[in-house]
């Protein structure tokens, strides 16, 4: 059995400790608390020894998967290893001491400084506001101003919002919660915005347009210049949604491509490390015409999340105009490599050259036959993590049943890419002869398959004896 197998409640012994206070000095102390702040019953704790202790929490840090611990190939997130030496740069007392409240110390307005003119350079933009905390957080700023830009027009009647279907489940989500209607626009058979469709679509009530490119689907949008055109000239705005801004650094630029308003989750492109929902940092960048407008907006409080824009400059600084380009490159050369490597065995409904992800639609051969159900996607992710791999993003985006997520980043050495590659290719051999070991996959796991309606509808979030 596994310590873990054991939960720390298990082990109490009444009476145990891992710890010996001194006596009070005086049993005035103990009077010195007030009457209605004093315990009057038993904190109901486990009772173990000081190891007891370590060993639980080591076992259970020894139990979560990060991109520190193994690859970690989750697409539409960009789980890059992060270099050590911007989390000292940020974990510096000059820095980790600065109260909120310390107002206009000149050091630190000189680094969101140095961060904004370095971000302008890589894209394009003439200003960035750091205060959302977040992409979505920076999509909700972004169409803000979009929103204001129209109305300080005069121009009220623009409430739509087009949105293609490939796109991330914020944009849409971000464009409601600020007020706006999402027109969807769909995608042609080769995964890019089908201009056709999004004609028809274009009038005196656009507001504008959201759009990610690479799109979530890894693939460059090759007919933005003339969606641009398009756009601009109905009287709209385009925002670009810059999570995909990975493979693009120093090569071309969102604000060349003909967007006004774009965000960077400086989270995701440009270091820190950020599994589990945070921290992050969605800065929005704006063209000149809508600076104001920009930085008028309060959208969070003091300067925003400064770790983390501390990061990303510390991260640009140390790679430099060169190196980012490289990074860029590598991305994009990583994720075609394990796609050509895999497309015979993994369904490739796009063959088209990616940038920094790709998606596949299943297995080829998923092992289905007579009255034998096939392997499906999920099931391969599940297996991945008995191979010690955490699993690709799976059914998203929703352009296809089956969908496998992959993005290796700019961070990974061939041999990692080719080991990955073996494995992907054997659980596919697994598929095609036995699918049935892969659906109760992973085997080797603390926990194995949960029910997962069960556990979103009836999470047990302590523990209990019961149980
Ligand atoms: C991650 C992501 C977002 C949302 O960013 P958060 O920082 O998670 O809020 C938006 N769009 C795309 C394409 C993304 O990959």
């Not at 709209?236 to 003909?258: C, F, T």
Request: with cysteine.
């Amino acid at each position: 059995m596994k310590y873990y197998d054991k939960l720390i409640f298990e082990l109490s012994k009444p009476g145990r400790t891992g710890y010996s206070l001194p006596e009070p000095a005086s049993k005035d102390a103990l009077s010195a608390i007030p009457a209605g702040l004093r315990r009057e019953s038993d904190t109901c704790l486990p009772e173990v020894s000081e190891p007891d202790v370590v060993r639980h929490y080591t076992a259970l840090s020894q139990m979560n998967f990060g991109v520190d611990t193994g690859f970690y190939p989750l697409g539409s997130c960009t789980m890059k290893y992060n270099p050590k030496i911007n989390e000292e740069i940020a974990a510096m007392p000059a820095f980790s001491a600065v109260h909120p409240l310390q107002e206009d110390i000149p050091g630190i307005n000189e680094i969101i400084d140095g961060l904004d003119h370095a971000l302008c350079a890589i894209t394009g933009m003439d200003h960035f506001t750091f205060l959302p905390c977040a992409g979505a957080h920076g999509e909700l700023t972004g169409l803000m101003v979009m929103r204001e830009y129209h109305l300080r027009r005069g121009d009220t009647g623009r409430t739509k919002v087009i949105v293609p279907d490939s796109a991330h489940g914020t944009n849409p989500a971000s464009a409601a919660v600020c007020g706006l209607q999402v027109v969807e626009v769909k995608s042609g058979p080769d995964g890019l915005v089908d201009v056709e469709s999004l004609r028809p679509l274009l009038g005196d009530d656009i507001a504008g347009i959201m759009m990610t490119n690479p799109n979530t689907l890894g693939l460059f949008e090759r007919q933005i210049g003339e969606i641009a055109e398009l756009v601009h000239g109905c009287g709209g705005l385009l925002y670009y949604d810059g999570a995909n801004m990975n493979p693009l650094l120093g090569m071309v630029r969102p604000g060349d491509m003909g967007f006004d308003i774009m965000h960077l989750n400086l989270h995701k492109t440009f270091s820190t490390p950020h599994g589990g929902g945070g921290p992050g940092s969605g800065p929005v960048g704006v063209k000149a015409a809508l600076a104001d407008i920009a930085t008028s907006l309060k959208v969070s409080g003091f300067h925003g999340n400064f770790g983390v824009m501390l990061r990303a400059y510390a991260y640009i600084l140390s790679l430099g105009r060169q190196n980012i380009r490289l990074a860029g490159k590598l991305s994009v050369l990583g994720a075609n490599y394990i796609k050509e490597s895999l497309k015979d065995v993994y369904k490739l409904p796009i063959p088209s050259v990616c940038k920094h992800e790709f998606v596949f639609d299943g297995l080829v051969n998923d092992g289905a036959h007579d009255d034998v159900k096939g392997a499906t996607t999920l099931d391969v992710a599940k297996r991945l993590l008995d191979y010690g791999y955490h699993a690709p993003t799976i059914y998203f985006p929703l352009l296809f049943h089956q969908a496998i997520m992959i993005e290796p980043t700019e961070t990974e050495s061939r041999e990692t890419l080719d080991a990955f590659i073996d494995i992907m290719r054997k659980i596919a051999a697994e598929a095609a002869e036995n699918p049935a070991t892969l659906h109760d996959a992973p085997h080797t796991t603390p926990v194995s398959r949960p029910d997962e309606t069960l556990a979103a509808r009836h999470p047990v979030l302590k523990w209990q004896d019961s149980i």
